[in-house]
């Protein structure tokens, strides 16, 4: 076996650059979080080779003295911290000492740098082990920081470097994900002498809508919420706009881009039940919290971090976002090209319902109200015109039709409306279900004739095993005899439901997952499958008034934009869109 020896710094610096500066744009992500720590306001960024010939940063920061710049490409070497206590709480994004060093080891590089007040810059440069001495130079206040021909002296990592279109991209997103974190900074990308980017300093909501899109920003819902010393801002996808994949997922802490798993799951399960299959949301988020409360000192490239209260923090960030989606109930999204979402008056709606009024779907229908708009049980043309005039107030407009005996044909003041029925009176319920269950309170409706049905020896011990938590749920459910099972109440709410259907299917998610899985981790997907059986089915004829309340219902109910499944409840049809159909104007 070999004798045990101390490497060589430079060789254990080019095993350091494997991990710190893996790619150029983990290159370029160091350089640029150096600028923000040194106060800057204007960075520039140069680009040859998608990074791996030249990154060049420029910056108007506090620049670096004269006698520090060798320091500087030394190993553990930094300005940011001095003791344990320092990185207990962190607040800068570099601390290590690491990354200069591991890029001087492994490319051609130069720094150059001027502290303002002083009469010029100075530089340095490094071509692998060899620091040249520091010496006078021109440039304005600031620092550049230049890095050529990327692992020139180590063959095996460069030939793991992609195209360079790839390796540009992945430069272009580390550059993206800095423009996000400070908006107030004015920053430039080039690459191969074209300017890809040229970004003013802006406001948040402007920044994201010029990196990510107009589309993103028109899509999206504004996050912003506080407690203790947690605080989450930033914007987050509409459910009906979740991508297949996870390319634009953006989440800060103290404006340090992390890939967080405790994060990343919190977010999922503030989507559980307006997500799609395997769509993935959309966001931009910043968690602003103690530096003494998040461990950053994780893993060299810094993208990891740990919660000392990891548990608070999933609740703060899932309940911050719960809050958010539950806005989108159906018509809350503002009028087609705006940004902006638009608060439904919910108070108006509720308020405009008299008491007690009733409907065969389960609905709350306001009778005497529709009586007093409409003149009569079928809805005329005139006051179809003259309704849907008021947006505001009723943002998915009135009903026209029934289509196929799937859909509802509204008009609102942009256009037409198509509601999936089923799709909406499910959300409907589901959500009813979700908040009398909260509040302990799921009523029950007894049966006028108990229903009787052949069952599984499973299924009968089940339900005398736990016929607690089938009452907690709105059941009354026995056995009649080894083999069959007696219904003599279900939910108030499902009271239009197939009895037989639905407690077969409640037993079969209790039998499979437990009772206290099923109304813990497995609760929303109990409650859907009884809010799928309650809903309207295909093919029911709905009478205008029946139509215009389960609008009604839509407005005012959370999430109802999207059914339990993640699919959409409704689509608007603007009048720009047919006249472009019907070739009008043209």
């Not at 430039?188 to 589309?215: C, F, M, S, Y």
């Not at 608007?572 to 043209?586: A, H, N, S, V, Y």
Request: with cysteine; aromatic share 4%; charged share 25%.
């Amino acid at each position: 076996m070999p004798d045990i020896r101390i490497l060589p710094d430079l060789l254990i610096s080019q095993i350091a650059a494997g991990e710190v500066v893996e790619r150029p744009a983990a290159a370029l992500k160091e350089l640029l979080e150096n600028s923000l720590d040194s106060g800057a306001r204007n960075i520039s960024v140069q680009l040859a080779g998608g990074g791996a010939k030249l990154i060049r940063v420029t910056d108007d920061g506090a620049g670096i003295a004269q006698s520090q710049l060798t320091l500087a490409l030394t190993r553990h070497a930094t300005s940011k911290i001095a003791a344990l206590e320092d990185l207990e709480r962190v607040d800068s994004l570099g601390f290590r000492g690491e990354a200069l060093a591991s890029m001087a080891a492994v490319s051609h590089l130069a720094l150059t740098s001027r502290r303002a007040g002083d009469k010029h810059a100075w530089t340095v440069t490094a071509n692998g082990a060899e620091i040249s001495k520091v010496a006078p130079a021109a440039q304005a206040a600031g620092t550049t920081i230049e890095v050529r021909d990327l692992y020139f002296n180590t063959p095996a990592r460069r030939k793991f470097l992609r195209s360079e279109a790839t390796e540009y991209a992945h430069c272009e997103e580390a550059f993206k994900r800095v423009a996000l974190s400070r908006p107030e900074l004015a920053l430039t990308l080039q690459h191969n002498n074209r300017v890809r980017w040229h970004l003013k300093a802006q406001p948040l909501e402007e920044r994201i809508g010029a990196l990510l899109g107009e589309d993103f920003c028109a899509s999206s819902l504004p996050v912003d919420s506080a407690s203790g010393t947690l605080r989450l801002r930033g914007a987050i996808g509409l459910p009906a706009q979740a991508r297949g994949a996870r390319d634009t997922q953006y989440f800060f802490v103290n404006g340090r881009h992390v890939r967080d798993k405790l994060a990343a799951h919190a977010i999922r399960q503030a989507y559980q039940d307006v997500l799609h299959h395997e769509r993935h949301p959309a966001y931009v988020l910043f968690l602003d919290i103690d530096p003494s409360l998040v461990d950053v000192n994780v893993h060299p490239t810094k993208t990891e971090v740990r919660f000392r209260d990891a548990r608070a923090v999933h609740q703060f960030v899932f309940h911050a976002l719960n809050l958010a989606l539950a806005q989108t109930h159906a018509g809350a999204t503002a009028e087609p090209g705006r940004a902006e979402t638009m608060s439904l008056p919910r108070a108006a709606v509720t308020a405009a319902q008299p008491a007690g009024s009733s409907l065969a779907l389960g609905l709350a229908q306001p009778v005497a109200f529709y009586e007093t708009l409409f003149g009569r049980e079928t809805l005329p043309e005139e006051a179809v015109k003259s309704e849907a005039s008021a947006p505001a107030e009723h943002p998915l407009g009135f009903a026209l039709a029934q289509l196929c005996g799937v859909y509802v044909l509204a008009q609102n003041a942009h256009g037409l409306v198509i509601v999936d029925m089923h799709a909406a009176h499910e959300r409907i319920m589901y959500e009813r279900l979700k908040t009398t269950l909260d509040a302990r309170a799921i009523p029950m409706q007894p049966l006028l004739v108990p229903v009787t049905f052949g069952a599984e020896a499973l299924d009968v011990a089940t339900v005398e095993e736990h016929g607690e938590t089938l009452r907690a749920i709105g059941f009354d459910l026995a056995a009649a005899s080894p083999a069959s099972l007696i219904v003599r109440a279900i939910p108030a709410l499902l009271a239009d439901a197939d009895a037989r259907e639905l407690a077969r299917d409640v037993l079969r998610e209790i039998r499979e997952f437990g009772a206290s899985r099923a109304l813990t981790e497995r609760r929303n997907e109990l409650l859907g499958t009884m809010a799928c059986h309650a809903a309207v089915r295909a093919n029911r004829k709905l009478s205008l008034p029946e139509m215009n309340a389960l609008l009604r219902e839509m407005e005012a109910t959370d999430r109802s934009g999207q059914c339990n499944h993640g699919r959409p409840t409704w689509h608007q049809i603007t009048l720009p869109e047919l006249d472009k159909l019907f070739m009008r104007g043209r």
